[in-house]
């Protein structure tokens, strides 16, 4: 459980970071990334309580993040 939380966090850096790099988003890197471990952090903690998935963890923390990277920064645009 342990290396699948510190996967995680490494794939949605990884995501975080391609996004800025690609011009996907314009956050920030660092702002990007943590955008990206914050959503990659709460879709991990919903599949162990509640079993919520997409099927292998490394492409549910690609989903997330990128779900995170599109929805947090719109909602605080104005």
């Known amino acids: ?8 966090v490494v794939i949605a850096g990884i995501v975080g970071y391609g996004a800025e790099k690609t011009g996907f988003t314009r956050n ?3 702002q990007s990334i943590i955008i990206c471990i914050g959503g990659a952090f709460l879709f991990y903690f919903l599949r162990l309580m509640f079993g919520i998935g ?3 963890p490394g492409m549910n923390a690609i989903i997330s993040s990128i ?3 599109i929805i947090v920064p719109f909602h605080w645009r104005r």
């Open 1 to 8: 459980m342990f290396l699948t939380l510190m996967g995680t």
């Open 28 to 30: 920030g890197i660092l």
């Open 54 to 56: 997409f099927g292998s």
């Open 67 to 69: 779900g995170a990277l």
